[in-house]
């Protein structure tokens, strides 16, 4: 599967944005897919992830309740919903598929899109 990611940009702290993930190939619904995100210096980090039916999700505590993830199979796209935006948020943003058990550790993940920046100013 291929992956490209949107949405990224440049929003002011307590701002919003919608990242979206397109993906080829027909067998998007039987993927995993996460989020994940790398600032300048740091080790990626997951951002969120959901399972392949959409029935399972997970946030580590930093996005918790600011972030939301979501997929539609039938148009092969994954989307991450980002709300009251921190400038600890700026990274470059990640979406990727995998075929794993697990959700949540970048070994999970077998396919990874090119990444969109998101900056947040204070």
């Known amino acids: 599967v291929q992956l490209q990611a949107s949405g990224g940009g440049l929003v002011q702290a307590g701002g919003s944005l919608r990242l979206s993930c397109a993906a080829s190939?027909?067998?998007?619904?039987?993927?995993?897919m996460g989020w994940f995100r790398q600032a300048p210096g740091k080790e990626r980090e997951i951002v969120s992830a959901i399972n392949w039916s959409g029935g399972r999700t997970y946030y580590p505590d930093s996005v918790k309740g600011r972030f939301t993830i979501s997929r539609d199979n039938a148009k092969n796209m994954l989307y991450l919903q980002m709300n009251r935006l921190k400038p600890e948020d700026t990274a470059v943003y990640y979406c990727?598929?995998?075929?794993?058990?697990?959700?949540?550790?970048?070994?999970?993940?077998?396919?990874w899109g090119q990444g969109t920046q998101v900056t947040v100013s204070s």
């Open positions: 190939g027909r067998t998007f619904s039987s993927y995993d």
């Open positions: 990727a598929a995998g075929s794993s058990a697990g959700l949540i550790s970048s070994y999970d993940y077998n396919y």
